[in-house]
C-alpha cells in the first residue's frame, strides 16, 4: 500500500510563515494527484490546493496569492509553502496523493490521506 508521513505544521503568529511537507512512500508506480486539504474544528474538510504530473497547480480563492503547492517527482513529495498566514488559516492540514501502484504484479488505482498536521496561527 501507500503511506504518507506529513511534516511542517506548528504554532505561528499572523503574517508568518510554514512549510509542509508530504512524503509518499510504497510500491508506486505512478503518481497523477498530489493535494493539500483542510479541516478546521467544526468544520469540513475543505480543499486547500492541488498540483497535477503536469505541473498545474489549483488554489482555493481564500488562499490564492499567499501559499504555493509544489511536488519533486523523484522524491514522491509534495510541498505548500503558506505565507502571509492568518489566524483562519488555523486548521488540521491533511495532504492526499492519487495514482496507480503495483499489487500482485498488476497495477490499481490509489488515493491516500496523509495522518494531519496541526497548523495554528495566533493573532
Known amino acids: 500500500q501507500v503511506q504518507l508521513v506529513e511534516s511542517g505544521g506548528g504554532l505561528v503568529q499572523a503574517g508568518g510563515s510554514l512549510r509542509l511537507s508530504c512524503a509518499a512512500s510504497g510500491n508506486i508506480f505512478s503518481i497523477n494527484v498530489m493535494g493539500w486539504y483542510r479541516q478546521a474544528p467544526g468544520k469540513q474538510r475543505e480543499l486547500v490546493a492541488t498540483i497535477i504530473s503536469g505541473g498545474r497547480e489549483n488554489y482555493a480563492d481564500s488562499v490564492k496569492g499567499r501559499f504555493a503547492i509544489s511536488r519533486d517527482n523523484a522524491k514522491n513529495t509534495v510541498y505548500l509553502q503558506m505565507t502571509s498566514l492568518k489566524p483562519e488559516d488555523t486548521a488540521v492540514y491533511y495532504c492526499?496523493?492519487?495514482?496507480?501502484?503495483?499489487?500482485?504484479?498488476?497495477?490499481?488505482?490509489?488515493?491516500?490521506w496523509g495522518q494531519g498536521t496541526q497548523v495554528t496561527v495566533s493573532s
Open positions: 492526499n496523493v492519487q495514482g496507480s501502484l503495483w499489487q500482485r504484479l498488476v497495477r490499481a488505482e490509489f488515493a491516500s
